[in-house]
């Protein structure tokens, strides 16, 4: 993790255009390449950022950031205040909450209600960027990533983004598809998911919950 904090200005080129007139900001780059420029304001909402997969071109007072879609953010660094680097844990740190840890659980027991002929091969399948929740194989045995929230929103479809990319470069996996789960997937989540070639699913809890268990039993 790269924390600048500098007198700045920034011009956005993609699907809109924006210009960041000259201030003091925290500009701050993620090992994953997401570029983000802060104010102290806004709480966790960036004023100009673009998320990974791209590529930063760092030319001292100028960073070039692009990605495949050919979206473009330009920031002009004017002067620097602080200049911090971290190395933090790329582990997943929090406890899933009650509600999504079960939806998890039961989805890796019951993955046709994710999509017909889904085998659930491993749990929190391991990334150098954390644990996809689902890793399977569809009836045609090719890899299915499948990310799980209780509501599913553009934070969840960007983070499962992240792991295909990671696991697209391993050639037992690849080629890897996405799919994110939800009790409730949000609409702009949803078109996000469509524009990056990932598939959502609305699962219902309660049939879940009443759902056959597929383990054998003596009883």
Known sequence: MRLL???CSATYDGRLSSTLD????LLMVKADGCVAVHADVGAYKPLNWM???NHLEDEG???VVTNPAGERLEITIHEVLQDVRWELDTERGLTLDGVERELQELLAEHPGH???GLTCVQREFRTDLGPVDLLCRDRDGAAVAVEVKRIGEIDGVEQLTRYLGRMER???LAPVRGIFAATVVKPQARVLAASRGIGWVEVDLEDLRDAEPTTLRLF
Do not use: M
């Open 51 to 53: 998320n990974a997969p």
């Open 61 to 63: 007072g100028r960073w």
């Open 114 to 116: 994710i999509e017909d």
């Open 170 to 172: 391993d050639p037992l």
């Open 22 to 25: 000259e201030g003091v900001r």
């Open 5 to 7: 904090v500098a007198r």
